[in-house]
């Protein structure tokens, strides 16, 4: 079959085009359309393929093989016939936002770092950029800096095939061995790269890169970025998260955070009252605890320290076991103790019992079980007294 021409290399602003239908062939429940020349872009080089219409068909995906580009079609096309195509615009302006500000940032990050981009994911929300270098914080930030900077100059971008001998000349990113002619794409004083995706015309048009988050990666780099649109809406979603957050605290969106410190000082505070006044509650109940007594208490909203401290001020009582239950939200958590004493056995009869996790120190053991409160002090009682001599 003759390669299809690709109207996308004329111009990647074109949307809507008509052509020849050279061929459709069923493959399940979709047909395979090819055209004598399209407007839409197959899967290729880290772009996803363009959306859209063939006359009434929705075009629902598109590939290229050996220089023919295949639509893939909810509806038959009839052969001979000229079509009118229509690209969904939404979806190719969001891509070539987000391609070409991956061009600009990558080339500056390769200019300014030597940084070689090593992958490039379109997600649905973000873009992903692996690095093979790790970059700072502030290199990040100087190249976003440049990056939006290049954006507001609105420089041309320019798509070339040059000839094997100027090929030779030129330096440019390129990610593999190309094979064939290569098509070079120019950002001035931004990049030069090898590739074959559609891009803006113009750098202006990719609104703004943002960084939005890095992190180290196979001993390099993995930038998360949103061009264009999708900046703004992560923007309008930050706001309206900071301004929910600094409403709680009745203060501006942009002095959220010193609210939830304000917030976590607070918290910190209380936590410490009321440790200080668990404490004297603590003392007060283990007063009232004879020496020939056995302790069970089952006590609401105990922490871990609060389990223990209770336990251990329970334990200065008596040289019987002690046991301190509180309820999470499955079954109880335990601190079970016993002044010079050993309660390894008993821990492990209890976990045993009531399908419990835990263990600790001969004399403190702490741990979480599922059972009812009855359940827990019949076992208590019934255990003591099977170890009574
Ligand atoms: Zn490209």
């Given amino acids: 079959m003759q390669p299809t021409k690709k109207l996308y290399y004329d111009s990647s602003m074109l ?8 061929d459709c062939t069923p493959k399940g429940d979709h047909w ?9 872009y197959p899967e290729g080089g880290g772009q996803p393929a363009d959306h859209g219409r063939l006359g009434n068909a929705q075009v629902l995906d598109v590939h290229e093989k050996e220089g023919v580009i295949f639509h893939t079609t909810n509806q038959p096309l009839s052969v001979g016939t000229t079509v009118e195509g229509e690209i969904c615009w939404q979806r190719r302006l ?9 061009h600009i940032l990558s080339g500056l990050l390769h200019n300014m770092f030597g940084a070689e981009n090593v992958g490039f994911h379109i997600g649905q929300e973000f873009v992903t950029m692996d690095m093979n270098i790790p970059l700072s914080e502030q290199q990040l930030l ?3 800096t440049a990056a939006n900077q290049l954006i507001w100059k609105n420089i041309a971008v320019e798509c070339s095939f040059p000839s094997a001998q100027e090929l030779e000349q030129l330096d440019y990113r390129s990610k593999k061995e190309i094979q064939g002619q290569v098509r070079i794409v120019t950002i001035p004083q931004g990049d030069c790269c090898a590739c074959c995706g559609t891009h803006l015309p113009y750098t202006g048009m990719v609104g703004q890169i943002k960084l939005l988050d890095w992190q180290n990666y196979k001993g390099g780099t993995r930038l998360t970025v949103a061009c264009g649109g999708r900046a703004l809406a992560d923007y309008r979603i930050k706001r309206q998260q900071l ?9 501006p ?9 304000k917030l976590q000082q607070q918290l910190e505070q209380t936590k410490a009252q009321l440790a200080a006044l668990q404490n004297v509650w603590f003392d007060t109940v283990a007063e009232k605890i004879c020496p020939d007594q056995s302790p069970i208490m089952f006590v609401e909203g105990l922490s871990g320290d609060g389990l223990r401290s209770l336990c251990l001020r329970l334990c200065e009582r008596t040289p019987l076991p002690c046991g301190v239950f509180s309820s999470k939200e499955q079954g109880f958590g ?9 309660i390894t056995a008993l821990t492990k009869a209890i976990n045993q019992t009531f399908g419990g996790k835990g263990g600790g120190k001969p004399f403190l053991t702490m741990g979480s079980l599922q059972a009812t409160q009855q359940e827990i002090e019949h076992f208590w009682n019934t255990y003591k007294e099977d170890t009574t001599p």
């Fill in 142 to 144: 100087q190249a976003e």
């Fill in 32 to 40: 395979l359309v090819v055209l004598a020349a399209t407007a839409f």
């Fill in 334 to 342: 335990y601190a079970i103790g016993q002044k010079d004493g050993n």
């Fill in 15 to 22: 949307c809507q085009f008509s052509s020849e239908v050279l």
């Fill in 253 to 261: 969106a942009n002095q959220a955070a010193q609210g939830a410190q």
């Fill in 243 to 251: 301004a929910q957050m600094g409403a709680m605290f009745s203060l």
């Fill in 94 to 102: 969001d891509l070539m936002q987000q391609h070409t500000g991956e």
